[in-house]
């Protein structure tokens, strides 16, 4: 168990509609990623987040979002969902800064859109 | 920006024997290189990193070397066991004092160990 917990585990919605993903970092981490899982694309970085503010951006579509809450924790909103958008979200979490930077992955949340 | 390959895609070893995953990346400025382990159905796992100023890492069967100059790192396994079949990543990422910027993925290596 990484300590990273992302909820819910497995989504299916339907095209055009909005969904949002929700990520607990380990306690004590103040950095959250968003990574998207595709068979064809691989992992890809979406945005981070440090301590509540946007610190890197990644391959992530105008049509997602995301924020980090003064309790740490992460939400992901993916709105106007296409077929294209089913894939594996994972969220990470990390201390942040450069002594401690491993970032540790939850198990992710299963995105089907139909 | 970043860009990294790897190879191969999949590899096919007896127990027993070495695997060695390879991986090169674009970006001269990147400065920690992590390696996952992903197994069905969980998400990554960091097995093991290695940073710019340091060229090899062991930790008991596991090992990683990187070559600034070529811009290539390797991940070694030795004595595989049955445990070891999984998915397996290297990323590259360009750290500084102040934070860091997300990891950039290489493609996946399939490791399958043969009983």
């Known amino acids: 168990d990484s300590g990273v917990t992302q909820t819910p585990k497995h989504l299916i919605t339907a095209t055009g509609q909005r969904v949002t993903l929700r990520c607990s970092p380990r306690s004590g981490d103040l950095s959250v990623y968003w990574y998207q899982q595709s068979l064809d694309q691989g992992l890809q970085f979406l945005i981070q987040y440090y301590n509540g503010e946007e610190r890197a951006k990644g391959n992530i579509l105008e049509r997602f979002s995301a924020q980090q809450f003064p309790d740490l924790h992460s939400e992901l909103n993916l709105s106007s969902l296409e077929l294209g958008d089913s894939a594996l979200y994972f969220c990470a979490s990390s201390v942040g800064g450069f002594l401690n930077t491993e970032a540790f992955f939850g198990q992710g949340t299963r995105l089907t859109v139909v | 920006g970043e860009n990294v390959e790897q190879h191969p895609s999949t590899l096919s070893v007896q127990e027993g024997d070495s695997a060695v995953i390879k991986c090169t990346y674009s970006?001269?400025?990147?400065?920690?290189f992590p390696w996952y382990k992903q197994e069905l159905g969980k998400g990554p796992q960091l097995i093991i990193d290695?940073?710019?100023?340091?060229g090899e890492k062991k930790d008991q069967r596991i090992a990683v070397t990187l070559n600034k100059t070529a811009k290539h790192f390797s991940l070694h396994i030795t004595e595989t066991q049955p445990e070891d079949s999984a998915v397996y990543f290297c990323a590259a990422a360009m750290y500084s004092g102040g934070g860091a910027d997300g990891l950039t993925f290489g493609k996946g290596t399939h490791l399958i160990i043969q009983p």
């Open positions: 290695i940073r710019s100023n340091v």
């Open positions: 970006d001269s400025a990147s400065n920690y």
